[in-house]
């Protein structure tokens, strides 16, 4: 008689919900732990075509650290689609206008690059201060150190 591995499927996937602190946290290393969670890879039920991973809710986004001289020297960019379009910012400047976008786009950048990914991405929730409105959730603490 043969075993067979199971496959998870949509609905077999049980989700967690999950707090992580991002006070004086490094961004990279932040990034990838939220990044395997959203994926689901701590799941011993993990699918690779499957989106078995929990929601990761992230607050202090606005402590986040960088290492060296990346404040002023990593670089975002965007382009409007017209010729000449491209705008930049640095992650300093990114920092105090939209901290929360410092976070999504390390994670963006781990995630895999299709529909799967853009419903992974819908389960980080980013916050810039102590405070999040998913109290009725009850998520647990995540420590990612």
């Not at 049980?14 to 992580?20: A, C, F, I, Q, T």
């Not at 732990?33 to 607050?59: C, E, Q, S, W, Y």
């Not at 404040?71 to 409007?80: D, F, L």
């Amino acid at each position: 008689m043969k075993k067979y591995t199971k496959s998870a499927r949509q609905g077999d996937v049980e989700r967690k919900w999950y707090v992580v602190d991002a006070n004086d946290l490094v961004l990279g290393r932040l990034a990838s732990g939220v990044a395997h969670r959203l994926r689901g890879k701590h799941n011993p039920m993990f699918t690779p075509n499957v989106d078995t991973g929990d929601f990761i809710i992230v607050i202090n986004a606005d402590k986040v650290r960088l290492t060296g001289r990346k404040w002023t020297q990593k670089t975002y960019y965007r382009h409007s689609g017209y010729i000449g379009g491209i705008k930049a910012i640095t992650a300093e400047k990114l920092l105090e206008k939209r901290p929360e976008d410092l976070i999504r786009f390390a994670v963006k950048g781990m995630l895999p690059k299709n529909r799967l990914g853009s419903s992974m991405l819908k389960k980080l929730k980013v916050y810039t201060g102590d405070e999040h409105p998913h109290g009725a959730q009850q998520p647990e603490t995540l420590s990612l150190q």
